[in-house]
């Protein structure tokens, strides 16, 4: 570990004295010692703008990959997971409120990304995600880090809300490989109630699939926000760009400032059934049950999962179905 430079931030202009951030659509004016929305990218005078969390992890863990969730890439296997501090979202249902309401620079020792590519291949793992708080925030050490780990054959994941600008998404996206984006609802209404905007991440999904990268798209079924109609939509607009698109279903908790009680779960099943109508593949999360993945074409449970755990995969090394042949839609390598 090594002492912490401050890292000029990507993605701002000067107007005046003030600073516009042009990463995300929050489009954040700062004066100078001012923070933005997400709480970690700072008008520092004289130098422009800076990232308070660059090389700072504040979780690091190593978990299966189902649990990002990602059902169709590389199942059964593990995944060295880090986060940092900052979001620029601000739902009420949070889960990881700790992390995405950090302020300022987090304490504890650097990470660079040449020691994320160290520490994952000591664990002799493959690929890297950025998650737990949202990585776009973290924007600066994602593309450093993703490019010292694509450079070692290692791959790149992203757990995200997708609420970026257009350019950075830009540059950001061919360093991807797998990502689980986050849904959360399907009107500007629904999204201004958790400041932020829809369109960036439809467009954000729509650029990493541009750009060949793996998407799952999560929808957490929080009472008194989601309704059906509105899930409709969001069904209808997945199936409309690829209707292998796995979707994610996941069942709300009460936190943070959200106290309803668990979503129901007939209404998770509903919404199921909803979506089983345009898309291919449906899962309900959070439910501690088994999920199963079946092949298209002859009905055989090619994946099996217990909570995060695969207990059976009947899938050869290409991904083809191991009773009938047929080449899945699971990313085994
Ligand atoms: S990344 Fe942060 S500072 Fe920049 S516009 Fe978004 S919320 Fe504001």
Wanted: net charge neutral; aromatic share 8%.
């Amino acid at each position: 570990m090594t002492t912490r430079p401050v890292r000029p931030a990507l993605w701002w202009r000067y107007e005046a004295d003030k600073i516009r951030c042009l990463l995300c659509p929050h489009a954040c004016l700062l004066e100078t010692g001012n923070v933005g929305l997400c709480g970690v990218r700072h008008h520092k005078s004289p130098t422009g703008l800076v990232s308070l969390t660059d090389r700072t992890f504040l979780s690091l863990a190593v978990d299966p990959v189902e649990k990002k969730p990602l059902y169709h890439w590389r199942p059964g296997t593990r995944i060295l997971s880090l986060g940092t501090g900052g979001c620029n979202l601000s739902c009420p249902f949070c889960q990881n409120h700790e992390l995405a309401l950090w302020r300022g620079s987090p304490p504890g020792e650097e990470i660079t990304p040449e020691q994320v590519a160290e520490e994952t291949e000591k664990e002799k793992l493959r690929a890297v995600a950025f998650t737990y708080n949202e990585p776009i925030v973290w924007y600066e050490f994602i593309l450093d880090a993703a490019r010292e780990l694509r450079s070692r054959g290692i791959a790149v994941v992203m757990v995200t809300n997708g609420q970026i600008s257009l350019a950075p998404a830009a540059l950001l996206a061919p360093l991807i490989d797998a990502a689980n984006v986050d849904l959360k609802a399907f009107s500007e209404d629904g999204y201004q109630r958790l400041g932020g905007h829809l369109k960036p991440t439809l467009d954000f999904i729509e650029t990493l699939l541009g750009q060949h990268c793996h998407v799952e798209v999560t929808h957490l079924l929080v009472p008194g926000l989601s309704e059906e109609g509105e899930f409709r939509q969001l069904v209808h607009w997945i199936a409309s760009l690829d209707r292998a698109v796995p979707l994610h279903i996941t069942r709300y908790f009460p936190r943070h400032l959200w106290h309803a009680p668990p979503t129901d779960i007939e209404r998770m099943k509903r919404f199921a059934a909803i979506a089983k109508e345009e898309l291919q593949r449906v899962y309900l999360g959070n439910l501690q049950k088994q999920e199963k993945t079946r092949c298209l074409h002859c009905g055989h449970d090619i994946v099996v999962r217990e909570e995060y755990n695969v207990v059976a995969m009947e899938l050869d090394t290409l991904g083809k179905c191991l009773r009938c042949g047929t080449q899945s839609d699971v990313i085994v390598v």
